[in-house]
């Protein structure tokens, strides 16, 4: 859905999942999560996130929520606080893949490849891998989906604060470039604004035209 307005008291995510997975045991536990599965336009982005929990201040753990309940100026706060405590790698999937597999398959693809990034810098395989939502990706991983795990889970929240940021600063760049359809405030969200620059300037190479308004309005055009 379009961004909107965050509550002033977003819920905050706790370590629990990491611990009850054996983090603070020495087991090795990712949290991965993606973003961009609604917009019109863009690419889909994921992130993988261990954070060193042992380290970890308590006043940095406490900004990390539910990415979409926080304005960009907290996320930005909450990536600055994190950060020297975690690891993270990006993965996404382009607009060209998202149109042949979908945007659920591409949404696995892209957290495929950031967990993949990940372990390319880490010494070990993963003791388990927390995702948020309802199923895992196809990786040879143990691994657990949690539906919400975004504002429950610290490390699924990390992550989709990382993922978030990349891609809302990617659109952004991408708005600068293609004046029009508000791509800077709506990041490729089917808006008012997105709607009247796509009528009026047609269709990009950024558009999914797998989706049902961008298919339909390609539709009239070529009819």
């Known amino acids: 859905m379009p961004p909107s307005s965050p509550p002033s008291a977003p819920i905050r995510a706790t370590s629990a999942l990491e611990v009850a997975a054996g983090a603070l045991d020495g087991a090795l536990v990712i949290g991965v999560d993606e973003v961009g599965r609604g917009p019109w336009a863009g690419p889909v982005v994921a992130a ?26 907290r996320r930005a706060a909450a990536q ?5 405590y975690a690891r993270v790698a990006l993965g996404r999937a382009e607009v060209d893949e998202i ?3 979908n ?4 949404s696995l693809l892209a957290m495929r490849r950031a967990v993949e990034t990940l372990l390319a810098a ?3 395989a993963p003791d388990m891998i927390l995702v948020d939502g309802n199923r895992l990706p196809g990786w040879p991983y143990p691994g657990r989906a949690v539906v919400g795990g975004d504002a429950v889970c610290l490390s699924i929240a990390a992550a989709a604060i990382v ?3 990349a891609r ?16 800077a405030t709506n990041v490729g969200y089917g808006t008012a604004e997105h709607q009247a620059g796509l ?9 999914r035209r797998s989706f049902a308004p961008i298919r339909e309005l390609l539709g009239l055009h070529a009819g």
């Open 168 to 183: 809302d600063a990617e659109m952004v760049a991408l708005a600068r470039r293609h004046d029009g359809y508000g791509w």
């Open 122 to 124: 880490l010494p070990r």
């Open 103 to 106: 945007i659920l398959q591409a």
């Open 163 to 165: 993922a978030k940021q």
């Open 199 to 207: 009528r009026r300037l047609g269709v990009t190479e950024h558009h």
């Open 80 to 84: 600055a606080a994190f950060a020297p």
């Open 48 to 73: 993988a996130a261990v954070l060193d929990l042992f380290s970890l201040p308590a006043e940095a753990a406490v900004l990390i929520a539910d990415s979409k309940a926080l304005t960009g100026t």
């Open 99 to 101: 149109d042949a597999v």
